[in-house]
């Protein structure tokens, strides 16, 4: 239900650092116990770039696997071993079985994020970039004449 | 080709937004509460409760977030209580703008506590922090003793679960003493009552925790500050 309005927030994180030019690639992480569904978020990311410079933009996600951490020994553990099996599954039993010190005193702290890495943005050559101001220009022109 | 790097979280508007709204909250001193439970689950009951436990002693104010109506806005209001609502059109969750919004309606200033009762799903609004010092889960005993093991996330960030509905217990395959287990392999950390709001039974212990939790915001203070 709220992919989309997370892939707009998406996909507006992405326009705003690509100042103006044309985005070809999206890398991102997505944490096993995110709320985010990829296969959602690539179906909306279709409908809601038509038009705007990010569209036909390949995504790519990478799964972050959950992280638990032992407050008493302060072990972190994340659970990339048993990825597997259903990521909620793991964690609940991750918690009843409790850390290898002994202690069930343990905290989710890791694989709860949907993060933007980075972008790939394709840059026009020089030529390419004068060409079209010239053909503004000219268009410019021929406007201004006609009125 | 040209890589950029970004490195934000994509909820990070919304992250921005909660932590203007958490200092804004601890300025005034006010404790904020977010209730997080399935529909039907006994939210809006369990505030109609508080308030009367409450009422005379502390101020409340409440801000109500379901997908359509002003069904409960209207029965906090009935209650006495200072209410905005806040329809999300179908939307899941409450986000921090919506609270914001909501607060241009609301005057907390002189308000001790604010309860923003969320919209019914135990799955959505876990993930959106909307400046609350606390989220609480209700969970009552119908739905089943195993829904902490189904939906962890809305226990494992809780602070509190209330177990509502406890009067039920004889007419129920499921235990109270077994959803309590299930809640705290999930999160040792909460706090649990076990509750019925539609007889009033085990709410004084839920509502002193409301009162040490104001406690301790307010003692914590920090002092230098204006």
Redesign the interface.
């Known amino acids: 239900m709220h992919e989309m309005s997370i892939t707009q927030a998406m996909l507006d994180l992405a326009l705003g650092h690509a100042q103006g030019q044309r985005i070809t690639d999206i890398h991102l992480q997505v944490g096993m116990m995110s709320f985010v569904v990829p296969e959602c978020v690539e179906f909306y990311f279709e409908y809601l770039s038509q038009g705007t410079l990010a569209e036909g933009a390949k995504l790519h996600f990478e799964t972050l696997p959950i992280e638990i951490t032992c407050l008493d020994c302060g072990r972190q553990a994340d659970l990339s071993d048993w990825a597997d099996d259903p990521p909620r599954a793991i964690m609940v039993e991750a918690l009843a079985r409790g850390c290898r010190c002994g202690s069930k005193n343990l905290r989710l702290t890791g694989g709860t994020g949907f993060d933007m890495i980075s972008l790939e943005v394709e840059v026009q050559e020089a030529r390419g970039r004068m060409q079209e101001a010239r053909g503004k220009k000219q268009e410019k022109k021929r406007r201004t004449s006609d009125d | ?13 919304n992250a921005l937004l909660a932590a203007a709204l958490r200092a804004r909250f601890a300025q005034q001193d006010v404790l904020v509460l977010n209730f997080i439970a399935s529909p039907g689950a006994g939210k809006t009951t369990l505030l109609e409760r508080t308030i009367e436990k409450l009422n005379g002693e502390l101020r409340l104010s409440v801000i109500e977030g379901d997908p359509t109506t002003s069904l409960d806005s209207e029965r906090i209001f009935a209650a006495g209580v200072p209410v905005v609502q806040i329809n999300t059109d179908g ?3 409450l ?1 921090a703008r919506m609270i914001q919004a909501a607060l241009e309606q609301l005057d907390v200033e002189d308000a001790d506590v604010v309860i923003i009762e969320n919209v019914g799903n135990l ?2 609004p ?2 959106w922090d909307l400046g609350e010092d606390a989220k609480v889960v209700i969970a009552s005993l119908p739905e089943g003793d195993d829904k902490p ?2 939906y ?2 809305a226990f ?1 960030t809780a602070q509190a679960v209330v177990i509502n509905k406890i009067d039920l217990e004889p007419y129920l395959p499921a235990k109270v003493s077994v959803l309590r287990q299930n809640a705290l ?2 999160n ?2 909460l706090a649990v009552f076990e509750v019925s709001a539609l007889t009033g039974q085990g709410l004084d212990g839920w509502v002193d925790w409301i009162w040490e939790k104001l406690a301790e915001k307010r003692e914590s203070r920090c002092t230098k500050c204006p």
């Open positions: 080709m040209v890589k950029i790097p970004v490195l934000k979280s994509i909820t990070e508007a939307g899941c969750h986000e799955l959505c876990t993930g093991l189904k962890p996330m494992a392999q999930i040792p950390h």
